[in-house]
């Protein structure tokens, strides 16, 4: 089931205690920009599925990557491209899309994302894998 896009930023806004949805949406599009590079085939189709229109497409139309991002390199990018940010900040904008993300991917989703994904991204996503 999609999401409805007021539905994904009030959560995306909820967890990272954002001023308002602006920001939400902007940390949102960031985020989910930069993890499109990473995804690839039916697992970010079916990500894209789930998301609101306007992510999905963000999703389905990442930025370039020329390489796996580790966890620690995808919070800097993501400093990088949001104005003002620190990777403290980033990492607290990454947490709130991806969590946000991972419940609307549900388990089974999740599993073959985090396959595709360099290892750690599973504490980025809140979802702690057992090893």
Request: cysteine-free; hydrophobic content about 50%; glycine content about 6%.
């Amino acid at each position: 089931m999609t999401l409805r896009r007021e539905a994904f930023l009030d959560q995306v806004k909820e967890r990272g205690d954002y001023k308002d949805v602006q920001e939400a949406d902007r940390a949102a599009r960031v985020v989910l920009a930069l993890l499109g590079a990473h995804l690839v085939g039916g697992v970010r189709a079916e990500l894209a599925a789930r998301l609101p229109e306007a992510f999905s497409l963000i999703l389905l139309n990442p930025l370039q990557s020329a390489e796996p991002l580790s966890p620690e390199r995808f919070v800097r990018a993501t400093a990088a491209w949001i104005e003002g940010a620190t990777e403290a900040t980033a990492a607290w904008d990454v947490s709130a899309v991806l969590s946000t993300a991972a419940d609307a991917a549900g388990d089974a989703l999740m599993q073959q994302i985090l396959l595709q994904l360099p290892a750690g991204y599973d504490l980025l996503f809140g979802r702690p894998q057992r090893t």
